[in-house]
């Protein structure tokens, strides 16, 4: 299996190697207001971290990350304003690349985090709608990079967790922009993973107790919580799409799942490779009526949209391989 799950993820990388554009971004969806860049070239390089034939690309695309940098970061693509979502992407993918990235970079998060701890997809809409409030699916992408800026900034990273256990335990890792909440859950379990091992490194530097938390006690209801989701994990462990399979082995394996359990699901994702390499895009991006708060409460809360050159569910894909192989 090891060797499969190795020729699956060279054939994946070398597929996005061939699609990356000449001027080092990667290209994917096709919304009316254009293709995204910024958000999947951020995408895409985080999830090729691991692969030694993609540095050249990664190092090209973060040379365009650089280029392409705003005041408040990067947004869909550079017609549009920027967003957190995209911003935090990009920031990964420099870190992964980079190691030491300009302070400036994790500053302009702060205008994206709101008073509950929660990081908001647009931080500069006049309006108070959907688009302008917190979000799982950003906020948990967002907790990662700040877990990596090699500083501690407890109150801020304890609060954010905070927030996100308490949503968790409610039933509420929702997705806003994606008719999947397996990628709220997915991704939200990966960040609280990270909180975990950040917590093991720098506990010592933690003081006791605040007025909102307690490290240990934050830190047991994290642990449940993620019992708790791999118990429900448990029971959706049979294949459907090559998106949602992708992110159910990721959130069974950062719940704490037994690799073995999800050999069927691994096996599915590894047939459903085309001979080019890749993985065929699943129609689940959604753009959500900025007038609905909980769009997953309705039929139709906005468009649906399929990454069409299949570079974002390719490198989903070969994200999650890569942590098969290293479990």
């Not at 420099?94 to 701890?117: A, Q």
């Not at 877990?147 to 409610?170: D, P, R």
């Not at 859950?185 to 003081?207: H, T, V």
């Not at 890749?278 to 649906?304: F, H, M, N, Q, S």
């Amino acid at each position: 299996m090891k060797q499969i799950l190795n020729d699956a993820i060279k054939q994946g990388s070398l597929f996005l190697i061939k699609r990356q554009e000449s001027d080092g971004s990667w290209q994917d969806f096709q919304l009316n207001v254009g293709r995204a860049t910024a958000w999947t070239t951020g995408f895409v390089s985080t999830a090729l971290r691991r692969s030694l034939i993609a540095k050249d690309s990664i190092r090209r695309a973060c040379n365009w990350l650089i280029e392409n940098f705003r005041e408040t970061g990067w947004g869909f693509n550079e017609t549009v304003p920027t967003d957190c979502d995209s911003t935090v992407w990009g920031i990964l993918a420099l870190k992964n690349f980079m190691n030491e990235i300009p302070k400036r970079l994790y500053e302009v998060l702060k205008i994206y985090r709101n008073t509950e701890g929660l990081y908001q997809t647009y931080a500069d809409r006049k309006q108070e709608d959907g688009w302008s409030k917190g979000h799982v699916d950003v906020t948990a992408v967002a907790l990662r990079a700040i877990l990596k800026t090699g500083e501690v900034h407890s109150n801020a990273i304890c609060q954010t967790v905070m927030k996100l256990a308490q949503l968790g335990k409610q039933n509420e890792w929702h997705a806003y922009w994606w008719c999947c909440d397996m990628y709220a859950i997915a991704f939200s379990l990966e960040a609280l993973d990270n909180f975990l091992k950040w917590f093991r490194k720098i506990n010592y530097q933690l003081k006791e107790s605040s007025d909102l938390w307690e490290p240990a006690t934050l830190v047991q209801n994290v642990c449940s919580l993620r019992t708790r989701y791999k118990e429900e994990i448990c029971k959706k462990l049979v294949p459907t799409d090559t998106f949602e399979n992708a992110l159910k082995v990721k959130a069974w394996i950062y719940s704490g799942g037994d690799i073995e359990y999800i050999s069927t699901i691994v096996e599915a994702i590894i047939k459903d490779q085309e001979p080019n390499g890749c993985w065929k895009g699943v129609a689940k991006l959604r753009l959500t009526d900025p007038d609905l708060l909980r769009p997953w409460e309705y039929e139709y809360a906005g468009p649906i949209f399929i990454d069409i050159e299949n570079v974002f569910t390719t490198a989903l894909v070969i994200d999650t391989l890569a942590l098969v192989l290293d479990y």
